[in-house]
C-alpha cells in the first residue's frame, strides 16, 4: 500500500465519487438507497474536510484515489467514518492497512475509537473484528440495525 496521505478541499470531489461508488452496495445489501455516505453533498463534504477536528487519510495508486476514512477527534475519543475503498480495490487490504495507518497517526490523548455500521455489511464487520473493535450496542434504522463498535487504545 502506497503511503496515505492527508485529504484536504482540492481532493473533495474525487473523495465523493469514491465514498458513493464504495457505499452502493452497502445500500443495497440494506434495502436502503438513503445512507448517508449517498446523500452527502459536496459542500458538506467540504466542510467536514475544513474541520480542524478530522483527520482524513487517503491512499493513492498511480494519482488515483482508491480508498479514504475520517476520524473525527473529540477529546479521549475518536469517531471512525467512512471507511471507502474502490470497488475494484475491494477485499485486497487496502480498508485494513488505512485503518492501521490511521490509528497510528491518532493524536496523544485518544483512548476510545468508536465506529457505526450496518448490520448488513458482512465484510466491514469481519474487518473490524480482525482490528480489534467490540460491539458495545445495536440501534434500530429502518428494517436493519446500525451495530455499534469500539476499541480500546492501550
Known amino acids: 500500500m502506497a503511503d496515505p496521505v492527508r485529504l484536504g478541499e482540492a481532493d473533495a470531489g474525487e473523495l465523493l465519487t469514491l465514498q458513493r461508488a464504495a457505499f452502493v452496495t452497502e445500500a443495497q445489501a440494506h434495502g436502503d438507497p438513503a445512507l448517508p455516505p449517498l446523500r452527502e453533498t459536496l459542500d458538506e463534504l ?12 487517503g491512499v493513492r495508486e498511480a494519482g488515483r484515489l482508491v480508498s479514504s476514512v475520517r476520524i473525527r477527534v473529540r477529546g479521549e475519543t475518536a469517531e471512525v467514518g467512512r471507511l471507502v475503498v474502490a470497488p475494484d480495490r475491494q477485499g485486497q487490504g487496502l480498508g485494513s492497512d488505512l485503518m492501521r495507518v490511521a490509528e497510528q497517526r491518532l493524536p496523544p490523548g485518544v483512548r476510545v475509537l468508536r465506529l ?4 448488513r455489511s458482512a465484510g466491514p464487520l469481519r ?13 434500530p434504522e429502518g428494517d436493519y440495525h446500525l451495530v455499534h463498535l469500539e476499541k480500546h487504545i492501550p
Open 46 to 57: 467540504v466542510a467536514v474536510l475544513r474541520d480542524p477536528d478530522v483527520r482524513t487519510w
Open 116 to 119: 457505526v455500521t450496518g448490520e
Open 127 to 139: 474487518l473490524y473484528t480482525r482490528l480489534g473493535y467490540v460491539e458495545t450496542a445495536r440501534t
